[in-house]
């Protein structure tokens, strides 16, 4: 148990909606992270988060919104989806501490039609 | 930008045998950390290893070992006696050794591996 709780594991949704995926954590990881993975690419940063209230761009923000108004909490909203932002997306968080590794979320796998 | 390369998209290795799976960075940083992750079909990240810059030794788990190369910034995963489980997709991923902003993983694109009998 990493202690990062996603949901949905799937969604499907429509072109034009919005869509938030939700992340979780218990373990009072400092920094949170979200990633979208794609055949090809690896894994991409979306944003990033050091603390409450404090998120950064990553890689690949645009059309992406991320909010962190408490410390367990970093939903991630896509604001009209496209069916390029179709992926397996993966949030993560890690202590403060430098060498340690970031802990996964089971991912969510979003379909956009 | 820090970035990370993986040449291999895919390996394949005969069970009990050895494979070495390959990794460069760059970075014009000193203090950093460096990551494989594995995973498998369940999708779920799993650290293999990880090596701090500043140790010279090379880091070791079990069958997984590194072959860390600083001035080369080459940084490849050995696994011996490969089992069937060991079939995954492996990241590799760099962390800068700063804070903040700086803390967030760069990842490769993966090497996917299949163990054959």
């Known amino acids: 148990d990493a202690g990062i709780t996603q949901s949905p594991r799937y969604k499907i949704t429509e072109t034009g909606r919005q869509v938030t995926l939700m992340c979780h954590q218990t373990?009072?990881?400092?920094?949170m992270f979200w990633y979208r993975q794609d055949l090809g690419h690896g894994l991409r940063l979306i944003y990033y988060?050091?603390?409450?209230?404090?998120?950064d761009k990553g890689e690949v923000p645009d059309g992406y919104v991320v909010s962190r108004s408490k410390t367990e909490n970093f939903p991630l909203t896509l604001e009209s989806a496209t069916r390029s932002q179709t992926s397996v997306y993966f949030c993560?968080?890690?202590?403060?501490?430098?060498?340690?590794?970031?802990?996964f979320g089971q991912g969510t796998r979003l379909t956009v039609v | 930008a820090q970035t990370v390369t993986q040449s291999q998209p895919e390996m394949s290795v005969q069970e009990a045998e050895t494979v070495t799976l390959s990794c460069t960075y760059d970075?014009?940083?000193?203090?950093?950390?460096l990551f494989w992750y594995k995973q498998p079909p369940s999708r779920q990240m799993i650290l293999v290893i990880r090596?701090?810059?500043?140790?010279?030794q090379n880091a070791t788990e079990n069958r997984f070992s590194v072959n860390f190369q600083k001035a080369a910034k080459s940084f490849s995963l050995k696994i011996s006696d490969s089992q069937l489980g060991d079939a995954a997709m492996y990241f590799c991923?760099?962390?800068?050794?700063?804070?903040?902003?700086?803390?967030?993983?760069?990842f490769g694109t993966g090497t996917r591996l299949q163990v054959t009998l």
């Open positions: 993560a968080g890690t202590p403060g501490r430098k060498n340690t590794e970031a802990f």
């Open positions: 373990w009072s990881h400092s920094y």
């Open positions: 988060s050091a603390a409450a209230d404090i998120t």
């Open positions: 970075t014009s940083e000193s203090d950093y950390y």
């Open positions: 090596q701090e810059a500043y140790k010279q």
């Open positions: 991923a760099y962390r800068s050794g700063g804070t903040g902003t700086a803390s967030k993983l760069t």
